[in-house]
């Protein structure tokens, strides 16, 4: 059984993208080419964050390419509400009919505020039960809101456990656990650290750039005092069309300097050249928490400020040396989350249990955000896959290296970067979206950035670990909660397209006295806005007085839905 996660950050996007690649040149519909898209991949269950379809959308049957209703598969939704941010977040899980799922919950983590976001939805499966998120970003809300969701979400898979079942986390999390799951670029340095170590260490066993910096960090710290956000505009090359952005600027003998990109917030401005210590109030346990240390700065970061202020630029190789020994926070409050469900609860990171040493994904400097986790106790079903060496390698790179990972990233170079000249990624050829296809493993899945901006993950399982007898529960209101596409009647049934049983105990020529004979009329839409007809009433309904239409006036369309005096 194989469990696909993908952040695809608009399901509207991608499923039209998908339909355009995978179904519109064969002529097929879109819910069959959305259905065959799984297929191929081999996916029995695909958990998708970010699909940001409103509730309305799904409840009037009016989402994209009847993205909820496919052919083969159930789904189970869970939309933001919030009357501020609806269009936003949202996750989706959907099972291959066949596959056992006996409930779904869309407000498994018992806050109204966190259930409200649409941010987390859970399938129970008989022996296990899989929890798909999306956690807050940190930059988007408040550490505080981001650990209380963490919190609620522990919480919950603790009380499942409590009924005796396994548990299976997957979805991005928005958080990068480990040193190895950061670009060395994004990783962080401990500048106080390197300070006490060139002062009580030996110069000579040091290594040059650890000299330089702890050199000219005073002379950094006294530029950043004078820093401040200013308004900028750009241009784009193509359009001419500009734009308002701001920017952070600093003075440096006497001279204006700038920092960092072109923001459209200028309080993503300040964000990197923050050093101050910072902490968030725990409201669960009323007590302040220390979320950063003073002086941590991102590699990249000190790079810039040790070419800007300190006129020292470093090779890329002395660059890289300093990624290698940067690190991750020490007291990141998520990283300490992450690492209580691992060692604590005894979940096991599936991707790091096949691959503990991978890494890099190339020039892109992306990170590790989406994760498959699950239960120790489920480690006998867990397997590897057949997967010898990565797709779009021609199989004399060794799969741990660098240039693996672009061959792979990038289906050989086939899939290009987006164009400083503006217009968007730039769609590849049939032959390079079929790369994406393989065999069923624990891992990743290279899906065409023209898909989403995140790859998908995957976790290969046993079949024996599903139990395909469960059948989802119709009846039960959490469910049907979870399934607002299937409220919506449609216009066909509104109209009564059924056909209508009434009886008949006159006796006639072709039957028997006593005899009921059941008679089939179909209605119309004047049978249904006609209340002197009796085509459409149904058989137990009482039969009214025939009317005399010669001076009766039959009511409009108008008086059909208009309020009786």
């Known amino acids: ?58 409840s009037s049957r009016s ?8 052919e083969n598969y159930e789904s189970f939704w869970s939309c933001c509400v919030d009357s501020k941010k609806k269009g936003l977040n949202g996750v989706v899980t959907y099972v291959k009919k066949g596959v056992g799922v006996v409930s779904a919950n869309s407000t498994a983590l018992g806050s109204a505020d966190l259930d409200e976001q649409g941010r987390c939805i859970m399938t129970d499966h008989g022996k296990f039960v899989l929890f798909n998120v999306y956690v807050p970003a940190s930059s988007g809300q408040p550490l505080s809101y981001k650990m209380k969701f963490l919190n609620a979400l522990r ?62 960090w005073p002379r950094i710290e006294e530029a950043l005092r004078t820093k401040e956000v200013v308004p900028t505009q750009t241009t784009n090359s193509l359009t001419k069309k500009t734009y308002n952005k701001y920017r952070m600027m600093v003075q440096v003998d006497g001279k204006k300097v700038f920092l960092g990109s072109h923001e459209s917030d200028p309080r993503y401005c300040e964000f990197c050249y923050d050093f101050e210590s910072s902490s968030y109030i725990c409201a669960e346990e009323d007590k302040e928490i220390l979320s950063e240390e003073e002086n941590v700065a991102c590699v990249s ?31 990141s409050p998520t990283r300490k989350w992450l690492n209580g469900i691992l060692y604590e609860d005894g979940m096991v990171d599936a991707f790091r249990h096949y691959y503990s040493l991978a890494e890099g994904r190339y020039s892109n400097e992306g990170a590790r955000i989406d994760y498959t986790l699950l239960d120790r106790s489920l480690l006998t ?7 010898d060496s990565l797709r779009s390698c021609s199989g004399d790179e060794d799969p741990n290296t660098e240039a693996a990972a672009l061959a792979v990233a990038t289906a050989n170079n086939s899939f290009r970067p987006v164009s400083f000249e ?19 493993h624990t891992g990743m899945i290279y899906t065409p950035p023209s898909f989403s901006d995140h790859i998908a993950t995957s976790l290969l399982l046993h079949g024996d670990c ?5 059948e989802v529960n119709s009846a039960d209101p959490t469910t049907r909660k979870t399934q607002p596409h299937k409220t919506q009647k449609s216009i066909k049934s509104f109209f009564g397209t059924a056909l209508i049983k009434t009886t ?43 009317l005399n239409t010669s001076t009766v006036k039959k009511p409009s369309i108008l008086n059909h839905f208009r309020p009786k005096k």
């Not at 950050?9 to 879109?30: E, H, W």
């Not at 989402?63 to 496919?70: D, F, K, R």
């Not at 202020?309 to 190789?317: F, H, S, V």
């Not at 004047?526 to 309904?541: I, L, Y």
């Open 422 to 440: 503006g217009g968007g990624i730039v769609e590849a050829d049939q032959r390079t979206l079929d790369t994406q296809f393989g065999t069923p």
């Open 63 to 70: 989402e994209p390419l009847n993205c909820a209703s496919i």
């Open 504 to 546: 008949n105990t006159e006796p006639s020529s072709n039957s028997k006295i006593g005899r009921t004979q059941p008679e089939q009329r179909r209605g119309s839409i004047r049978h249904f806005f006609d209340p002197t007809s009796t085509g459409t009433r149904a058989a137990n309904q009482v039969k009214r007085p025939r």
């Open 155 to 216: 919480r919950a898979m603790k009380e499942q456990r409590k009924k005796q079942k396994h548990v299976i986390l997957v979805g991005d999390l928005n958080i990068s656990h480990a040193k190895l799951d950061k670009f060395w670029s994004d990783r962080v340095l401990f500048i106080n650290d390197i300070q006490k170590e060139v002062l009580t260490g030996v110069a000579s066993s040091l290594p040059t750039w650890k000299l330089d910096l702890a050199k000219a």
């Open 301 to 331: 970061v000190v790079i810039e400020l040790m070419e800007k202020i300190a006129g020292i630029r470093w090779d890329e190789a002395t660059q890289r040396q300093v990624g290698e020994e940067a690190g991750a926070s020490r007291v």
């Open 466 to 470: 599903c139990s395909p007898e469960f």
């Open 381 to 387: 079903y867990l397997q590897k896959g057949n997967v």
């Open 1 to 58: 059984m194989l469990i696909v996660s993908w952040n695809v950050a608009g399901l509207s996007t991608t499923v039209n993208r998908i339909y355009d690649s995978y179904g519109k040149l064969n002529n097929k519909k879109p819910s069959v080419a959305l259905s065959e898209y799984f297929e191929r991949h081999g996916a029995d269950i695909v958990c998708i964050q970010e699909h940001k379809i409103p509730l309305s959308q799904l």
